[in-house]
């Protein structure tokens, strides 16, 4: 059980367009999700948290504007990278919790972007 | 502000050692402690630990939490070249969004 799915795997797009980032809840009802951002041979830094229904919460210095998250179901999240630059070139990673406790984080196999 | 630090960076073994690696944490409001394994993708859960002393095992890993002190070990035993990847320790920290704080990793390369 807790498998959480995350689309594309890998992807490589043109500086100035914009990338959608889909992370599926696909047995459990995620009331909220967690994106992260990992550079090279770094750890995983928390980008936001998104709960069903509502606005998500930033971390300090992530830019809302740029990292658009929606989250309009239990069962599906969105991380959209707007106008993509070379520096947001990274691995994205979502996990999903069913929100009656915080235990048992499940993460999805994340995803590779690349901007040229 | 909430830490999580986990110690050393980065270790070179050979099959069949035995290796420990260490978390420690400053956390307000701690509520359960998780270890997980990084390969090349996203990470894979280990172990979740949220009371002090009881030792959790899975084959040749098991780990325990000590909240008076504020830590956590991984031990790995036999190691196997398999095992070779990046530990990732992580806390729920103090917020009720029950978001992760992360260590830095540790990563362990067992050599043939």
């Known amino acids: 059980g807790a498998v959480v799915s995350q689309h594309p795997s890998r992807v490589i797009c043109k500086s100035g367009t914009s990338v959608k980032i889909e992370c599926r809840s696909l047995?459990?009802?995620?009331?909220?999700m967690f994106w992260y951002r990992q550079f090279p041979k770094k750890s995983l830094m928390l980008m936001a948290t998104?709960?069903?229904?509502?606005?998500?919460?930033?971390e300090q210095g992530v830019e809302k504007d740029k990292f658009l998250i929606n989250h309009a179901s239990l069962t599906l999240s969105t991380l959209t990278v707007t106008s993509a630059h070379p520096e947001d070139s990274s691995f994205y990673i979502c996990s999903a919790s069913s929100g009656r406790n915080y235990y048992g984080y499940t993460f999805g196999s994340g995803t590779r972007l690349t901007v040229v | 502000e909430d830490k999580v630090v986990q110690s050393p960076l980065s270790l070179v073994v050979h099959e069949g050692d035995t290796v420990t690696l260490n978390c420690s944490y400053e956390v307000t409001n701690f509520r359960s402690l998780l270890w997980y394994k990084q390969e090349k993708k996203a990470p894979t859960f280990l172990f979740m630990l949220?009371?002090?002393?009881i030792e959790k095992k899975s084959g040749r890993l098991s780990s325990i939490l000590d909240k008076k002190e504020l830590f956590s070990i991984l031990n790995i035993t036999a190691t196997q070249t398999g095992d070779s990847a990046v530990y990732l320790c992580?806390?729920?920290?103090?917020?009720?969004?029950?978001?992760?704080?992360f260590g830095q990793g540790t990563t362990l390369q067992v050599k043939p």
């Open positions: 949220t009371s002090s002393g």
């Open positions: 047995d459990f009802q995620a009331t909220t």
């Open positions: 998104s709960n069903e229904g509502s606005k998500a919460t930033y």
């Open positions: 992580a806390v729920v920290g103090s917020s009720n969004t029950g978001k992760l704080i």
